[in-house]
């Protein structure tokens, strides 16, 4: 399954900590995700996916939610897009 990634962003603040998200789109799916993320540390990461524009398909959003569950490399490509968006 082909990633495109099509925005990410991140920043950091003492209050907010990290504060992130991703909007990218998956070959054969109608409809591109957004990832939020967020981290106290940059170790332990929490996230939530929604579709970026407009509702989908349940069954799309679930794979999609498996796979992020299944596959750290998937996960690790949607964080490290937005991680290397960071001012250093």
Not at 3 to 14: G, N, P, R, V
Request: proline share 0%; net charge negative; no cysteine.
């Amino acid at each position: 399954m082909n990633l495109t990634i099509l925005h990410a962003e991140m920043s950091y603040s003492k209050e907010d900590k990290y504060v992130g998200k991703v909007d990218f789109q998956l070959d054969n799916h109608k409809q591109a995700y957004e990832m939020s993320l967020y981290s106290k540390d940059r170790k332990d990461w929490m996230y939530s996916l929604h579709f970026l524009n407009a509702s989908g398909s349940e069954e799309e959003i679930s794979k999609v939610e498996e796979l992020i569950e299944q596959n750290d490399d998937f996960f690790d490509q949607l964080l490290e897009a937005a991680v290397n968006t960071l001012e250093q």
